[in-house]
Every structure is written in C-alpha cells, then in structure tokens.
C-alpha cells in the first residue's frame, strides 16, 4: 500500500519506485538541500534518501531513493531510536504563488514506530502538511515527483512531492 499526504506541489514527474531489501525496514533519511540561493533561483529539497536495516540493528545495509534534483549538498542521517523505524510521513511545502520563486518541498518529517518525530535539516519557506496514513509495519519502499532544470529563464523547483511504500508483512 502507498501512503501520501496532500500538501505536493504541482510540477514535475513521478519517478521510480525503489524498495529496501526483503528483510529490512526504512529507519533512517537524509536530505538533499540547497541552501538559500539569496536572489538567486531557489530550489530547497533536492532528494531523499531512505536508510534500510535490519528492525533489530543500525547497520545500513542498503540506501534507497527515486528521482533527485540537480542541487545541493547532503545534510546528514537522521535514525530512529533502537528498534523504531519510520512508520509515517509530513512535508512542508511552500505553494504555488505565480511568476515568483517557487521552491516546491522545503522539508520532511517522519514519525517514528516508537513516536519520535525525525525533522529533516531543510529550508524555511513553506508550511507544514498533515502527517500521512501510517504504515503499521513500517515503511519499504519511496517515490519521488521531480521536476527536471528548467533552464537559464525557468525557475526551478526540484523535489515537489513524495509517496512512501508500506512493508507487507
């Protein structure tokens, strides 16, 4: 089962699916991010990375992602605590406004199965959706919507919206 929230922005395309391994759950992320640009063409998240592992260990085992953007710089692995793995999901995504410059999804939470809210290292802009449906045995698996760079004159957004994938058991 795909679980979304309903805060995405509008542009770009649904990349890929990409699942952790079998036997392994997503218990950590990190974040692709440019920082902001000043009065420069802006773009805030780029990608995300989900970390898979073993429910009992914090060892990586694999790291998965869909589609990125074309900037900015890794902000660092967030985890759930031992034994958690992320179960749910909320994006702070700045909307829509005309011929100005939009940056689509600013940054990521996710809820933890022991409740530990993980806030990614993102921008500013924006605000905050609703937390998604939960995945009752964690999550597996993640799509990205992407928006490809638009040239010298486009203003680009990168990284507009996200549906998780629910481990089956």
Known sequence: KSIYVSNGAPWGKWGNTHFCPEDTIARGFNLLVERPQGGSDDTAVNGIELYCAKANSTEKLATISSTKGSWGEWTGERWCPKYAFLVSFALKVEQPYGNGDNTAANNILFLCSDFTVLEGWGTLWGHWGRLS?????????????????????????????????????
């Open 133 to 169: 449906d939960p995945c009752k045995s964690g999550i597996n698996g993640i799509t990205t919507k992407v928006e490809s760079p638009q040239g010298w004159t486009g203003d680009d957004t990168a990284l507009n919206d996200v549906k998780m994938e629910c481990k089956t058991r």
